[in-house]
């Protein structure tokens, strides 16, 4: 997503829920929403950690001010044995 923010790894915004917080990053970098959800939320793919643990509400968890939000590749679990 650095192609939207200007290279930027890290951005600063503010809002109390991920949705809040996409809100404000679409509007400083238009795009960013799009690329990370579609019309029923999340995209399939994409997961968000919040302060390391998953988001299990997804754009409805709530954030602290200071929280760390990273929205990564989902990683689906494997089959183990033959």
């Keep these: ?3 939207l923010t200007g290279s930027r790894e890290t951005v600063t915004v503010a809002g ?3 949705r809040q917080l996409l ?5 400083l970098y238009p795009g960013l929403k799009a ?3 579609d019309e029923n939320g999340l995209r399939p793919g994409i997961a968000v950690a919040v ?3 998953v988001a299990r509400l997804g754009l ?3 954030v602290g001010e200071n929280s760390e939000i990273h929205f990564l590749p989902a990683i689906a679990g494997g ?3 033959p």
């Design 1 to 3: 997503m650095r192609d």
């Design 16 to 18: 109390a829920t991920v």
């Design 23 to 27: 809100e404000s990053l679409d509007g």
């Design 35 to 37: 690329r990370l959800c």
């Design 51 to 53: 302060d390391t643990q």
């Design 60 to 62: 409805l968890q709530p």
């Design 79 to 81: 089959q183990n044995g």
